[in-house]
């Protein structure tokens, strides 16, 4: 992958992520005039910058979404949550390609026809006023309007042309069809200005893979050869090909547009069978009237899995009225159209289908059926409206980019942070060297000026320290920004009118907790929308306005980021978690009675522990606050919740704001050294050994009023030597904070702070868990640091 494509596509997400923000803005505010052309902006410059690369499906649905923007921008089309729909759809898709094109360094030919859809699904909402259709007529041309609108039904495609066919290439098509090979009818109706786009539409015909047999047919009457522009493209290829749909789609890559597929069944090649037989009036009309029925229940959308049931009564319905009507042609059309599977896309092509049948042919009594009616035109899905318009804006100087900020890769700033981790280390030698110079060699002024250059080193790596933090920290904002679209989309998938509210997305930890902090939160939104939430109706029944708040607040507390999530549902009941606890097995009778509704609340966060009666995509899996809980402590950090049973939830994240350098206590015990992160102690604090008591055969004493249970180190080591003691007989705590309770660990002696950098145990050693790591001291020595919530949970 090159430089330039690598910088497109971490700027294209950077895009991408800007108008999904954009768009849910504007479904609150949606006549503000400045954020619409923010947003057309956007996606003009992402549509302009897919331009320098061969990515045909990105630019097709970027441009059909900047005409879209265009209109809006222009008041040609009102903005609707419809269309917001239309345009997240797109960007998703453009996304999903960023995704493939980081992955393989291309885009598949599959996607040619999605970008199609999505492009005409985007063109389809602009309504143009009479100026706005004379200039697009003007731009593409009469004739292509002309030929879509005059384009012949699908059952004639099937009948009609293939008996122009010679019969020796008939013959062999329908006897390859019948063996099962692929056959498609191409139908390609090249744009008329296509020679100024640099198209060669009969090379493009004659190159198509799998040619059989093909013709060229003009859209309209030939002028006179002084009035004919010989610059305006006015003919139609059709073409019978036998090769896999996949080459076709790559060989019109770049005009899916313009060309039509469809699949030749072997009945239609077969020989011509004789003319159907009339229908008398009252059966025309009886036949009439079911296919109007079966096509107002096939207009129906296909909302559950179930309802493709009525898709093939529909279908089967469909075929006896067709097979009644004694026209062989017309059930061939129909095959055509439901091609397997039966599906959302079937029911789409099988309603064109029958907007472009022949009243005649199907419906019209014997009196009618001989006039010179003109066939249906195919309704405006089969045929995308080819947007050829010149870009009404060029690549401007305003459009480049003016940003002070320097894009850098990851890699070099982890770089960066591991030698600072090194010069820490180095660092922490001088006090070392200085006592050594001082006891061991007796040279106090060498001692002296040791210390005093530690002072300045201390000083300047501090700085650095904390300069390339800098660098390394991000606002939370980059997790929040993911969350409107979220609670937007599950919220109205559930049936619940939910606001979110988002504070403090300024506050900034390191990048690495940002990304921590990602999942996490979805899977928290998620079990509030899915359970927290009431229905609107529940909501008014308990005098709560019908749309529920959402809060999402992130703030920064000393050395630590917190995140707090809170909604005003209905809370969660402890009754109904004991419940599903002692069902579920993970407490026993015995916990059922005794459990507190504090702790019993906490239950959602064990394995396996779930509410929901019903599997869905969203809850009943039992893996969702699990997750959560895991997620938070593998960052170091601890999560809490508080609920009140109608009146809503509070879920507390709290991190450290860095993992890169840890801040250290070094204790005793039994002669050796060990550390604990600075972030679990609470206190330090000398016991005095009658202060001691033993409450159920375990340890404990009281500080401050409160009763905190004790743990000798010596003892979770498995050393033999017990805890010493003072000259006043007085032990060494190190009080603990253990999520919201406190627990002290007796040891030998208190030593020094200090920041080190903090290595995770690989290989045998990988598995103990009662360590976080490993450090090198500045005597070359090695400090073990205690993993000590692993040890005292």
């Not at 280390?425 to 110079?437: E, I, Q």
């Not at 990048?511 to 929308?529: F, M, Q, T, Y």
């Not at 600075?678 to 000398?686: A, K, L, N």
Request: negative net charge; aromatic residues 4%.
């Amino acid at each position: 992958m090159t430089p330039l494509l690598e910088q497109f596509l971490s700027e294209a997400r950077d895009v991408l992520q800007a108008i999904s923000e954009k768009l849910m803005q504007l479904e609150v505010a949606p006549d503000d005039s400045e954020l619409m052309t923010a947003l057309f902006r956007m996606v003009h410059t992402l549509k302009g910058n897919s331009g320098l690369f061969d990515f045909p499906e990105m630019t097709r649905v970027l441009h059909a979404g900047e005409d879209l923007m265009d209109a809006v921008r222009q008041g040609r089309v009102k903005y609707s949550q419809n269309l917001a729909d239309r345009l997240l759809d797109a960007m998703d898709f453009i996304g999903m390609l960023c995704d493939e094109i980081a992955t393989t360094g291309n885009v598949g030919t599959s996607h040619a026809a999605d970008s199609a859809r999505l492009g005409e699904s985007l063109r389809a909402l602009m309504t143009r006023v009479e100026d706005a259709a004379a200039d697009a007529t003007d731009v593409n041309g009469p004739a292509l309007e002309a030929v879509k609108a005059d384009a012949p039904p699908l059952v004639d495609v099937l009948g009609g042309p293939f008996l122009e066919i010679p019969e020796v290439v008939r013959a062999d098509a329908h006897r390859h069809a019948s063996e099962g090979r692929t056959l498609y009818w191409v139908t390609y109706v090249p744009a008329e200005e296509c020679f100024f786009q640099g198209e060669d539409p009969l090379f493009q015909a004659r190159g198509t893979p799998g040619l059989l047999w093909g013709k060229v047919t003009a859209r309209q009457p030939w002028p006179r050869l002084t009035e004919l522009d010989a610059f305006r493209c006015v003919l139609d290829f059709h073409l019978l090909v036998e090769t896999p749909r996949a080459e076709l789609e790559e060989h019109f890559r770049y005009m899916p547009e313009h060309v039509r597929f469809v699949p030749v069944p072997a009945s239609a090649l077969a020989p011509p069978q004789p003319p159907p037989s009339a229908l008398n009036p009252d059966e025309a009309v009886a036949l009439a009237g079911l296919i109007v029925a079966q096509r107002e229940i096939l207009e129906l959308p296909l909302e559950f899995p179930w309802h493709l049931g009525r898709l093939r009564a529909a279908v089967i319905a469909l075929s006896a009225c067709l097979e009644a009507s004694g026209d062989p042609r017309m059930l061939l059309g129909l095959e055509a159209a439901t091609t397997p599977p039966l599906d959302e896309a079937a029911r789409v092509r099988l309603l064109a289908w029958l907007d472009g049948l022949r009243p005649a042919a199907a419906i019209e009594p014997p009196a009618t059926a001989t006039s010179a009616a003109a066939p249906a035109s195919l309704t405006a899905a089969a045929w995308a409206a080819s947007d050829t318009e010149e870009p009404k804006f060029g690549r401007r100087a305003e459009d480049a980019p003016n940003s002070k900020v320097l894009k850098v890769d990851q890699g070099k700033i982890d770089r960066l942070m591991n030698l600072i981790g090194e010069m820490v280390v180095s660092k922490n030698a001088l006090p070392y060297l200085a006592g050594r110079a001082e006891g061991v060699f007796a040279v106090p002024e060498l001692a002296r000026e040791i210390k005093a250059q530690y002072t300045v080193i201390n000083r300047i790596a501090e700085e650095m320290q904390d300069a390339i933090m800098q660098v390394r920290m991000m606002p939370v904002s980059f997790v929040f920004q993911r969350f409107p679209r979220l609670v937007r989309d599950i919220s109205r998938k559930l049936g619940k009118e939910v606001s979110l509210v988002l504070e403090g997305e300024e506050t900034e930890a390191d990048k690495n907790i940002i990304e921590s902090l990602g999942d996490p939160l979805v899977h928290i939104v998620r079990n509030s929308l899915d359970h927290g939430f009431e229905q609107p109706d529940a909501r008014r029944a308990a005098g709560k306005p019908a749309t529920g708040t959402l809060i999402i607040r992130a703030s920064q507390e000393a050395d630590r980021v917190t995140i707090e999530i809170s909604d005003d549902g209905k809370g969660i009941d402890p009754a109904v978690v004991k419940r599903k606890a002692y069902e579920k097995g993970l407490i026993d009778e015995a916990a059922l009675e005794s459990l507190s509704d504090r702790d019993a609340v906490n239950l959602i966060f064990a394995a396996g522990f779930s509410t929901a009666e019903v599997v869905s995509d969203l809850s009943g899996r039992g893996v969702g606050l699990d997750v959560v809980r895991t997620a938070v402590t593998k960052a170091n950090g601890t999560v809490s919740l508080d609920t009140e049973k109608g009146k809503g939830t509070r879920i507390l994240l709290s991190l450290p704001l860095s993992l890169a350098v840890t801040n250290v206590m070094i204790v005793e015990s039994d002669g050796q050294i060990f550390g604990i992160p600075m972030d679990s102690v609470v206190e330090t604090v000398r016991v005095p050994r009658a202060a001691i008591h033993t409450i159920k055969r375990r340890l404990a004493t009281v500080l401050r009023g409160r009763v905190v249970p004790l743990q000798s180190l010596n003892t979770m080591l498995g050393l033999a030597a017990a805890a010493k003691a003072n000259p006043e007989d007085e032990l060494a705590v190190l009080v603990l904070r253990l999520g919201d309770a406190s627990v002290g660990l007796v040891v030998d002696d208190f030593r020094e702070t200090m920041d080190i950098l903090l290595k995770p145990l690989t290989g045998v050693m990988g598995g103990l868990s009662a360590y976080s790591g490993s450090a090198l001291m500045g005597d070359g020595s090695v400090l073990m640091v205690l993993n000590a919530k692993g040890m005292l949970s």
